[in-house]
């Protein structure tokens, strides 16, 4: 099987609600795991053995997206592998911790959260049919407690993980400050103006005249103090009339020359002249500009801080897991 059809394969399983589930048997000879882990076992973490099938439910709803990514057969084959990898230490990583969970006897998910869980489970992918659900878990050969106890351990390794996520919150201006000087070309900025624009267009035989009279009727307007985006949503026939004319941020190159020349010639709350093609008419507003260069520290400084609370979070996450790994039983096979 080709990885085109093979990807076609798991998504169409995907999408068949419970029924699909009834084929993962099917798929077992496209991705390749049971050539991999002959005896139907991935690894085992604790006393929890990792099995092909819990492997295949994980990779599934991925298959897509690397189908998308990959060149040919080839490549898909190994970037399957490797989401194979990372999904047998994910769930390996999952059992871990929900042992650090456990250590703590006062700690415990209340069964109501639990039942919240399933109840929501069964509407959005069983259309709130029980009988669709139970087949689910039959498919599976899970029992109604062994699911409860499965949705118990992703609440609880969702809360762990959040909790790490927790421990960083203050990055030291100090460190910001470094951070900038090291990475000052991550903060470059290219020359862009946020555009709002009134458009005439060319209706009736309209001549260039006609139009650059009604155009100039309405820059007056503007000179007199009336709000551009009043006057776009008053005379604009383009589609973003609604919106005041707003074209958001906008870079020389993504615009063509008439526009980018008069446009990027403006300071912040000017208007250009008339702008006369064979389409119609427009004015153009620059209601912000930003200058090519290096962006100030203090205009990046909470960009910086979101960073470095990443960077942080993510180093004291793998921290954490490699605790958990060295202290925990894992085997792979």
Request: proline residues 2%.
């Amino acid at each position: 099987m080709t990885f085109r059809r093979y990807a076609a394969f798991v998504l169409l399983a995907a999408g068949c609600g419970a029924n699909a589930f009834s084929q993962t048997a099917s798929l077992s000879s496209a991705d390749g795991l049971n050539l991999r882990f002959a005896n139907g076992i991935a690894a085992i973490a604790e006393e929890k053995v990792i099995t092909v099938d819990d492997v295949r439910r994980e990779i599934a709803p991925l298959v897509q997206q690397i189908q998308r990514e990959s060149r040919d057969e080839k490549e898909f084959n190994q970037k399957l592998e490797e989401l194979q990898d990372d999904v047998i230490q994910s769930l390996i990583d999952r059992v871990l911790i929900v042992k650090e969970f456990r250590k703590d006897e006062k700690k415990h998910i209340p069964a109501g959260f639990i039942d919240s869980r399933i109840a929501d489970t069964q509407a959005e992918q069983f259309d709130n049919d029980r009988s669709k659900f139970l087949a689910y878990l039959r498919s599976r050969n899970t029992t109604i407690r062994e699911y409860r106890r499965e949705v118990e351990e992703e609440i609880i390794y969702n809360y762990m993980r959040q909790q790490q996520r927790k421990s960083y919150s203050i990055v030291s201006p100090v460190r910001m400050e470094t951070f900038y000087r090291e990475n000052k070309d991550r903060f470059f900025q290219e020359d862009s103006v946020h555009l709002r624009l009134i458009q005439f267009n060319r209706r009736d035989g309209a001549t260039d005249v006609d139009l650059n009279n009604k155009a100039m009727e309405v820059i007056g307007r503007f000179q007199s103090g009336e709000k551009f985006e009043d006057l776009a949503r008053e005379y604009s026939q383009d589609s973003r009339r609604t919106k005041g004319g707003d074209w958001g941020w906008q870079k020389r190159p993504d615009l063509k020359k008439e526009f980018s020349e008069p446009l990027f010639a403006l300071k912040k709350s000017e208007v250009t002249q008339p702008i006369i093609l064979p389409e119609g008419a427009f004015i153009l507003y620059a209601e912000d500009r930003k200058y090519a260069g290096i962006q100030p520290l203090d205009e990046v400084r909470d960009v910086i801080e979101r960073m470095l609370i990443q960077q942080m979070t993510n180093q004291n996450q793998e921290r954490w897991l490699e605790r958990l790994r060295r202290n925990g039983y894992v085997k792979h096979y």
